[in-house]
């Protein structure tokens, strides 16, 4: 397989997916603004939607969109645990969690990274998000990660919105059960490996 991937943007979530599966996979860095891989290939002939995650599977097809992108390695190394099993309870709840984060954090997360939005619209949308994490927050209380004690892909996304929100200076240094989420999961080798790879994680 292969995973284009732009250093900390979304694709770092089925990039931590990966590793925790075990699964070989080649990295292709993109430019997003240039849309170009690193070995200058048109990224937008690969992915008409000029968007990471992209992920070509083995036998040349393209799958897109960050959370399909989640399952489908998860079910790859099913042994790993990193999702339920297809059409049990807990797999919905999955996914309930896998849609909360796209639609409620991370596409709430966009404007907060455009220069030409006026900070008024953007403190908009970070209370909006503040509102989001405060629900994550609660729903993490007396347990390690969103579904109980397994990991799961949905916790490596959040983890990533989590880092999103130290970029762009939020802070969340209320929200307890939360921070202490993000330190768990940053403390995982196989979080920690793909940080590094995408040069954000300083090698000891």
């Given at each position: 397989m292969k995973l284009y991937y732009s250093p900390g943007a979304c694709s770092l979530s089925p990039h931590i997916a990966l590793h925790e599966a075990g699964l070989a996979h080649?990295?292709?860095?993109?430019?997003?603004?240039?849309?170009?891989?690193?070995?200058?290939?048109?990224?937008?002939?690969?992915?008409?939607?000029?968007?990471?995650?992209?992920?070509?599977?083995?036998?040349?097809?393209?799958?897109?969109?960050?959370p399909v992108i989640l399952q489908m390695i998860a079910d790859r190394a099913a042994g790993k645990n990193l999702a339920p099993a297809h059409g049990s309870p807990e797999r919905y709840r999955l996914q309930e969690w896998l849609n909360f984060i796209t639609t409620e954090l991370h596409k709430n997360f966009s404007p907060l990274f455009q220069p030409v939005?006026?900070?008024?619209?953007?403190?908009?949308?970070?209370?909006?998000?503040?509102?989001?994490?405060?629900?994550?927050?609660?729903?993490?209380?007396g347990q390690d990660y969103l579904m109980g004690k397994q990991f799961t892909v949905a916790d490596g996304y959040l983890f990533v919105m989590?880092?999103?929100?130290?970029?762009?200076?939020?802070?969340?240094?209320?929200?307890?059960?939360?921070?202490?989420?993000?330190?768990?999961?940053?403390?995982?080798?196989?979080?920690?490996?793909?940080?590094?790879?995408?040069?954000?994680?300083?090698?000891?």
């Amino acid at each position: 397989m292969k995973l284009y991937y732009s250093p900390g943007a979304c694709s770092l979530s089925p990039h931590i997916a990966l590793h925790e599966a075990g699964l070989a996979h080649e990295l292709v860095k993109v430019d997003l603004k240039a849309k170009k891989t690193e070995a200058g290939d048109d990224f937008a002939e690969i992915n008409p939607k000029g968007q990471v995650p992209a992920l070509m599977l083995d036998n040349g097809e393209m799958l897109t969109e960050g959370p399909v992108i989640l399952q489908m390695i998860a079910d790859r190394a099913a042994g790993k645990n990193l999702a339920p099993a297809h059409g049990s309870p807990e797999r919905y709840r999955l996914q309930e969690w896998l849609n909360f984060i796209t639609t409620e954090l991370h596409k709430n997360f966009s404007p907060l990274f455009q220069p030409v939005i006026p900070d008024e619209v953007k403190n908009f949308f970070r209370d909006r998000i503040l509102g989001k994490f405060k629900y994550a927050d609660s729903k993490l209380a007396g347990q390690d990660y969103l579904m109980g004690k397994q990991f799961t892909v949905a916790d490596g996304y959040l983890f990533v919105m989590l880092t999103w929100a130290e970029r762009t200076k939020m802070d969340l240094s209320a929200l307890k059960n939360l921070m202490a989420f993000k330190d768990r999961v940053a403390a995982r080798p196989n979080v920690q490996a793909a940080l590094k790879m995408e040069g954000l994680l300083k090698a000891a």
